[in-house]
C-alpha cells in the first residue's frame, strides 16, 4: 500500500512536470526519489506453503453471559468449544469467531481464544489468548457484531481442543458484564 501511494505520487509529480514542460531527466529522478523512499516496516508473520484440509464448525443458539460485582474484577465463561484434529506433523488452525455481543458501559469486554489449553501462536492474542472487542465504550449496553480471527500452529499429529471464551474487565468500579447472544465459531485446517 505504502509503495502504491509513493507511485501515484510520482505519477502526479511527472504529469505536473509535463504541464510545465520541464525536461524529461528532472521527471524521471522525481520518479526515482519517490520509488526509493524508506517504507515502514510491518510487524506480520507470514505463514507459506500451506494446504487446505478441511473446516471444523460449532455454533452456539443460546445466550451466555458472565458478569462479576466488584471493582475492578475480571470475569469470562465458553461460549464455543470443538475438536480438531490435526493429522500431520505440523497444521495451522485459521480460528474465526463471529459473534452478537453486549457489554455493560464504560468496561472492556474481551474474547480468550486457546488451542489445547494455551494460547494460540502466532496469534494475535495476549500472552494469555485475551483479545479485547470492546474498550470503554459509554454506549456497549446496545447489541454488536463482533468479529475477530486467530491463527494457531500446532505442533504434532493430536487432537486440539479449540475454546473461545467471552469476558469482561471492570473499568468503573461496580463490576461487570458480557453477553454473547449468538456465535459461530469456524476452524480450517491447514498443512504444510
Same mark, same amino acid.
Given at each position: 500500500? /505504502? ?27 522525481? /520518479? ?8 515502514? #516496516? #510491518?510487524?506480520?508473520?507470514? /505463514? ?10 460449532? *455454533?452456539?443458539?443460546? $445466550?451466555?453471559?458472565?458478569? @462479576?460485582?466488584?471493582?475492578?474484577? %475480571? ?7 470443538? /475438536?480438531?484434529?490435526? $493429522?500431520?506433523?505440523? @497444521? ?6 463471529? #459473534? ?8 472492556? &469486554? ?5 488451542? &489445547?489449553?494455551?494460547?494460540?501462536? $502466532?496469534?494475535?492474542? *495476549? ?14 449496553? *446496545? ?8 491463527? #494457531? ?14 469476558? @469482561?474487565?471492570?473499568?468503573? &468500579? &461496580? ?8 456465535? %459461530? ?8
Amino acid at each position: 500500500m /505504502i509503495t502504491r501511494t509513493l507511485l501515484d505520487r510520482a505519477k502526479r509529480a511527472l504529469r505536473t512536470l509535463l504541464r510545465l514542460k520541464v525536461l524529461l531527466p528532472a521527471a524521471l529522478a522525481v /520518479i526515482l526519489l519517490m520509488a526509493s523512499a524508506p517504507r515502514a #516496516a #510491518a510487524a506480520t508473520t507470514t /505463514i507459506k506453503d500451506r494446504k487446505y484440509l478441511y473446516t471444523f464448525f460449532d *455454533t452456539l443458539s443460546s $445466550p451466555v453471559t458472565v458478569s @462479576c460485582s466488584t471493582a475492578n474484577c %475480571t470475569t469470562s465463561g465458553q461460549i464455543n468449544f470443538l /475438536i480438531a484434529d490435526c $493429522p500431520n506433523l505440523t @497444521c495451522t488452525y485459521y480460528i474465526h469467531l463471529e #459473534a452478537e455481543t453486549q457489554l455493560s458501559a464504560g468496561d472492556n &469486554g474481551r474474547f480468550k481464544f486457546l488451542v &489445547g489449553g494455551s494460547a494460540p501462536v $502466532p496469534g494475535p492474542t *495476549t500472552s494469555d489468548g485475551s483479545v479485547v472487542w470492546s474498550a470503554t465504550d459509554p454506549d456497549a449496553l *446496545t447489541r454488536n457484531s463482533s468479529s475477530y480471527s486467530v491463527v #494457531a500452529t500446532v505442533p504434532t499429529a493430536d487432537l486440539f481442543g479449540v475454546t473461545v471464551e467471552i469476558g @469482561c474487565s471492570d473499568i468503573g &468500579g &461496580g463490576g461487570c458484564s458480557a453477553t454473547a447472544f449468538q456465535a %459461530t465459531l469456524k476452524v480450517d485446517v491447514y498443512t504444510p
